[in-house]
């Protein structure tokens, strides 16, 4: 199952192509995608949407977010070796894969138990063992605080407090925010002074971020 081809390889070559050509510029997120599998978290019979630039329904309501996503969200991150990163919505694993390729000491953490179950045991099988949770993750994991970086991979009607209050000074929040179409990409930056710094990038669409402090 987690064979990789030389044919799966050239399609990644060109999904990397891709990412480069719409502006993601950052070569660690780019080597990082170029290395992983992406077609392992698909099966036999969709083998052939694996690394096409897109979205793919993975069971239960969600989806593998769209490969352009997940560059475009790991490089607003910066990643460094080492860093203290909260996933909220580790779904099929394919980002929290690309965070620990990065570096990260990555805890990640999903509502939904089936989607935790399979990942948990998926992702260690591909040599990734990010630490997992399974719960609601708009109140983030506070017995882990603070974080250097928390990345939100589903979209909040606002941001949730309690992700602000478990980053680290200098962290950074990357958070898609909006209605249940469309939301705006925010980089929220906790300042040494403890403010926060907003910065607004472009719209996506995500399956809601429930919980909480998400979608009731
Ligand atoms: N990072 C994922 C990937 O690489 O496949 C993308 C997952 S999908 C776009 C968003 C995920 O967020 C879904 O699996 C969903 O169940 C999860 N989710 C939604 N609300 C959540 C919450 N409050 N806490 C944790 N996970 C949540």
């Given at each position: 199952?987690?064979?990789?081809?030389?044919?799966?390889?050239g399609?990644?070559?060109?999904?990397?192509?891709?990412?480069?050509?719409?502006?993601?510029?950052?070569?660690?997120?780019?080597?990082?995608?170029?290395?992983?599998?992406?077609?392992?978290?698909?099966?036999?019979?969709?083998?052939?949407?694996?690394?096409?630039?897109?979205?793919?329904?993975?069971?239960?309501?969600?989806?593998?977010?769209q490969?352009y996503?997940?560059?475009?969200?790991?490089?607003?991150?910066?990643?460094?070796?080492?860093?203290?990163?909260?996933?909220?919505?580790?779904?099929?694993?394919?980002?929290?894969?690309?965070?620990?390729?990065?570096?990260?000491?990555?805890?990640?953490?999903?509502?939904?138990?089936?989607?935790?179950?399979?990942?948990?045991?998926?992702?260690?099988?591909?040599?990734?063992?990010?630490?997992?949770?399974?719960?609601?993750g708009?109140?983030?994991?506070?017995?882990?605080?603070?974080?250097?970086k928390?990345?939100v991979?589903?979209?909040?009607?606002?941001?949730?407090?309690?992700?602000?209050?478990?980053?680290?000074?200098g962290g950074?929040?990357?958070?898609?925010?909006?209605?249940n179409?469309?939301?705006?990409?925010?980089?929220?930056?906790?300042?040494?002074?403890?403010?926060?710094?907003?910065?607004?990038?472009?719209?996506?669409?995500?399956?809601?971020?429930?919980?909480?402090?998400?979608?009731?």
């Amino acid at each position: 199952m987690l064979e990789d081809t030389y044919k799966h390889q050239g399609m990644r070559r060109k999904l990397i192509q891709k990412l480069r050509d719409k502006g993601i510029q950052n070569e660690r997120v780019l080597s990082a995608m170029a290395k992983i599998p992406r077609h392992v978290f698909f099966d036999n019979a969709f083998l052939e949407h694996a690394y096409q630039d897109k979205a793919f329904p993975i069971g239960h309501g969600q989806t593998i977010s769209q490969p352009y996503t997940v560059a475009f969200q790991s490089e607003l991150l910066e990643v460094k070796p080492g860093d203290k990163i909260l996933e909220i919505g580790t779904g099929s694993g394919y980002q929290a894969c690309v965070l620990c390729e990065l570096g990260a000491k990555l805890y990640t953490i999903e509502y939904q138990k089936p989607l935790y179950e399979r990942t948990k045991v998926f992702l260690p099988q591909m040599g990734y063992k990010p630490f997992f949770f399974c719960g609601d993750g708009s109140k983030g994991i506070s017995a882990h605080a603070p974080y250097d970086k928390i990345i939100v991979t589903a979209g909040a009607p606002s941001v949730p407090t309690a992700l602000l209050e478990q980053l680290n000074i200098g962290g950074y929040l990357i958070i898609p925010v909006g209605d249940n179409q469309t939301q705006q990409m925010l980089r929220l930056t906790k300042d040494t002074d403890r403010k926060i710094v907003k910065e607004v990038f472009s719209n996506f669409s995500f399956v809601p971020l429930k919980g909480e402090q998400g979608w009731q």
